[in-house]
Nanobody
């Protein structure tokens, strides 16, 4: 089992950068891929980035591709999502979650929220123009 907690959200200006953190608790966290999702009020949860358990493969949604970097430090049980040049449309609550399959080598866009569990409480990001 794993528990996760997100942090790093807040209010930023368009064009700035922010780094979100996802701290995991438990061996499962470092043995499983981690995904980042975002969801606005009244909208569906969007899968935006993922990283495999070793940190050697990553995936990004078209909405973040070219502006985001996902990384992990398994010595700190932490996965990071840095978003550069943030836009007002990046305003959402961001969640991280743990892949249900251990030791997944490659993360892709075919994964969905049902492939993940142990969701955190989310961290709110507000981008003003």
């Amino acid at each position: 089992q794993a528990q996760v907690a997100e942090s790093g959200g807040g209010s930023v200006q368009a064009g700035e950068s922010l780094r979100l953190s996802c701290v995991g608790d438990g061996r499962a966290f470092i043995q499983h891929a981690t995904g980042w999702f975002r969801q606005g009020s009244g909208s569906q949860r969007e899968y935006v980035a993922a990283i495999n358990w070793k940190g050697t493969t990553t995936w990004y949604s078209d909405s973040l591709k070219g502006r985001a970097t996902i990384s992990r430090d398994n010595t700190r049980n932490t996965v990071y999502l840095q978003i550069d040049n943030v836009k007002p449309e990046d305003s959402d609550t961001y969640y991280c979650a743990v892949d249900l399959s251990p030791f997944r080598q490659r993360v892709t866009g075919t994964l969905t929220s049902v492939d993940f569990d142990y969701w955190g409480q989310g961290t709110q990001v507000t981008v003003s123009s």
